[in-house]
């Protein structure tokens, strides 16, 4: 019981907890990161890629609209 258990609160930190908070560290480090930080930031990607597709579809950062003044 309790190994199932452990293997459910792992899976869920993998394919939910880490990649949400990585798509956070993204959305406010991206346009300022070091290339160490932006090599870092490639392999948490690659690293937590099941768990980034799976929360894709629910997250959009896309940048905000910018208003033009005429």
């Not at 452990?6 to 907890?17: E, K, M, N």
């Not at 406010?28 to 894709?56: N, Q």
């Amino acid at each position: 019981m309790i190994v199932a258990l452990l293997y459910l609160i792992l899976s869920g930190a993998y394919l939910l907890v880490i990649p949400g908070a990585l798509y956070l560290y993204l959305q406010k480090r991206w346009y300022v990161a070091s290339s160490i930080e932006r090599l870092l930031m490639y392999f948490l990607v690659f690293f937590f890629f099941p768990g980034m597709i799976l929360l894709s579809p629910f997250l959009n950062f896309r940048p905000k609209r910018r208003e033009l003044e005429a």
